[in-house]
Structures are given as structure tokens and as C-alpha cells.
């Protein structure tokens, strides 16, 4: 466990505290390794690790579907959108993304799921949520890092 509490501490690792209702409402932080392969699931109520996924090389960006049922994480060394079951862990599917992903977000209804595209041109690369698959990829005049949903679910902002 050491260990594990040293890669926690590491620069390189990015977290994020996502709540999510599916566990009695509960907050669990939600800590991508980008310099390993996998993520590592914290109670703050007590600094554990609850849960690991692996097998995620080079996870960066992370987001929760609104319903609390899966995690979508962009894989940069895949340049894939790998789909979780939160409670499990278990991957769901590995989207192909156009290039080199970032950060992720959802939208409010959760139909679709967003990535930010950093390599290339730049793009959103746009993941219908029901199929798991990519349905267009909008260009835009830049790489993109982050992004995210307006709260009324109008508008993108990256």
C-alpha cells in the first residue's frame, strides 16, 4: 500500500472528485495515472483505495456518466475513449477516437460524450453514449485540451 500511496502522490497524476449517486451518494475520488496504467478510486472518508482499474495506459482526461454507471476515460497512448462499468471496473468498449485525446465531457442528458482532440488540426470528437461509438468529429482552429458542457446543456466550451 506504500506504494500505492507514493504513485498517489506523484506530480504526474490527475485527479478528480466525481460523485456519484450509484453508491448511496457518496463522493469517491477518481485518480488517472498518466504515467502508468491504471486508475486508482479513493474513499476521502477514509484516504483508501476502494477500487483499481488497469490496464489504461496513459489515462488523462475522466468523466462520469450523470447517471453514475460508467466512466469514460480518454487513453492518449490508444487514442481510444475506454468505457468502464464504475461499479465492476470492467471495460465496457475501447472507442477509436481521429487522434490524440484529452479531456472529456458529457452532456447533461448523457446522450454524448465528448473529447477534446489535441493532435492534428484539433477536434470534439462526438460519442453517441447508447452505441459507444463515435459519430463525427468536429474540427475546430486549434488543439483542445479542455472542455466542458454549459449547466443548462446549450452551449460547448473548450
Known sequence: MNGCRRVLRNLWLVMALIPLPAWGGAAFIYVTNSAGDSIHVIDPATNNVVQEIKGIEAAHGIAP???GSRVYVSNEADSTLDVFDRASG???KKVPLSNHPNN?????????ILVGIARG?????????STLTRT?????NGRLHNIYVTPDGRHLIT
Do not use: C, E, L, N
Open 65 to 67: 456518466s450523470p447517471d
Open 90 to 92: 470492467a471495460r465496457i
Open 104 to 112: 472529456i465531457a458529457v452532456t447533461k442528458a448523457g446522450d454524448r
Open 121 to 129: 488540426t484539433g477536434a470534439v470528437d462526438v460519442i453517441d453514449a
Open 136 to 140: 463525427k468529429s468536429i474540427p475546430v
